[in-house]
């Protein structure tokens, strides 16, 4: 409540002042005295509801007060009180001698509350609305692109991107190419393999360094046990961001393993890992093959020397889940109790971070879920995620 207090006193003085100028200017009181102290009393008695309505009765909407009720409908929207902020927004849009630049600003307000509320298709009429209106465009076009990403409508949101570039000059590529990665995701899930790749190859015309394209098209490729065609996909992905590598190595060990090719699956992930790449998974990844083809004891000292240039928890856990085999009884409980426990804590922490807001998560979304940015959410990195970063 003390913060609405002092976010409403600027309004007070405001209104105050506003008061005090209307006086000056027609030599009589424009506002009742009796009625401006009122509202401030309700202010400093911690009543904000109450000096709300009393400066919105006592402010006649005109050039000199828009301003105030527009930031009035804004701190109704930032408190949650969307209903209020709407009608507010709405009274102003109702006056007919509104100038116009004021009438689009409140326009574009009450189309943020409709956001906010999650009447979307109320706020996307308003933003095509304003979209008409040259200077405002830009802006509209950004809320509507926005807005379509919300409700996962992609083929409108890349519209929306497109325009917007055509527009401003400003290049919407990256997120064209997220959009359209989508598009690609749900024709895979739904089967249309052909519509995905022809998508997939779009995809990257708008952003030759999109990472989760290449990713998409290896998967895709795998799945049609094209290992050839998939290598070459997941071999892009390390140039575009190598930070993703760790997520090209279960769907290719799958496909190479498929096609029996275990000495290109063993070459590829040496090769990774000679370069510090693909982190533990490309490590986890090698240790499983090598010891299905040379035993137990190989494994071991493949995950040790591994280990002493990249530590990691999880390539700790494997270690010790392979010492367990060859333990004696009473050491092996104590191995078991030191693995059940290191896997408990990995159970809690994150896989992925957003390098951009730092949101957490065990799943990767390609677009984060704290700062709303496209390709941001990585696989983490350091002791308890993929190991130490290549340099």
Not at 19 to 44: I, K, Q, T, V
Not at 145 to 156: A, S, T, V
Not at 183 to 203: F, I, K, S, V, Y
Request: with cysteine; hydrophobic share 45%.
């Amino acid at each position: 409540m003390g913060e609405l207090l002092w976010l409403l006193l600027p309004a007070a003085a405001a209104s105050g002042w506003w008061a005090a100028r209307r006086a000056a200017a027609r030599a009589a009181p424009a506002l009742p005295p009796g009625e401006y102290y009122r509202g401030l009393g309700f202010l400093l008695n911690e009543q904000p509801d109450k000096a709300i309505e009393v400066f919105l009765r006592v402010l006649e909407v005109d050039s000199d007060t828009v301003e105030i009720h527009l930031a009035l409908g804004n701190l109704f929207r930032l408190r949650g009180e969307v209903d209020r902020a709407i009608r507010l927004h709405e009274n102003l849009i109702r006056r007919p001698n509104l100038d116009p630049a004021l009438r689009a600003q409140a326009l574009h307000e009450l189309a943020l509350d409709h956001m906010k509320a999650g009447l979307y298709d109320r706020a996307e009429a308003l933003f095509r609305e304003l979209e008409t209106i040259p200077e405002h465009a830009p802006r509209a076009l950004r809320q509507l692109c926005e807005l379509y990403q919300q409700e996962k409508e992609w083929e409108r949101a890349t519209e929306c991107a497109r325009r917007l570039q055509a527009l401003t000059g400003e290049p919407q590529g990256p997120l064209v190419a997220h959009l359209l990665c989508e598009r690609a995701e749900a024709a895979r899930r739904a089967g249309r393999g052909e519509e995905a790749w022809r998508l997939l190859r779009q995809a990257l015309r708008e952003d030759p360094r999109c990472a989760r394209a290449s990713l998409l098209q290896g998967t895709l490729a795998a799945e049609q046990s094209d290992c050839a065609t998939a290598l070459r996909a997941f071999r892009e992905v390390e140039r575009q961001d190598p930070a993703y590598l760790p997520e090209v190595v279960a769907p290719l060990a799958a496909c190479l393993r498929r096609a029996g090719e275990r000495e290109a699956l063993r070459a590829f992930l040496e090769e990774l890992l000679g370069r510090r790449r693909g982190g533990v998974s490309a490590l986890l990844a090698l240790t499983a093959l090598v010891a299905e083809t040379e035993g137990r004891e190989a494994a071991l000292e493949v995950l040790r020397r591994h280990l002493r240039e990249q530590p990691s928890l999880r390539g700790l856990v494997r270690l010790v889940e392979l010492e367990v085999g060859r333990a004696e009884p009473p050491v092996r409980e104590s191995l078991e109790l030191a693995g059940q426990t290191l896997e408990r804590l990995l159970r809690a922490k994150p896989v992925y971070r957003c390098v951009h807001c730092g949101f957490t998560g065990r799943v990767l979304h390609w677009r984060c879920p704290g700062c709303k940015r496209w390709g941001v959410v990585k696989p983490i990195q350091g002791l308890e995620g993929e190991g130490e970063a290549a340099a």
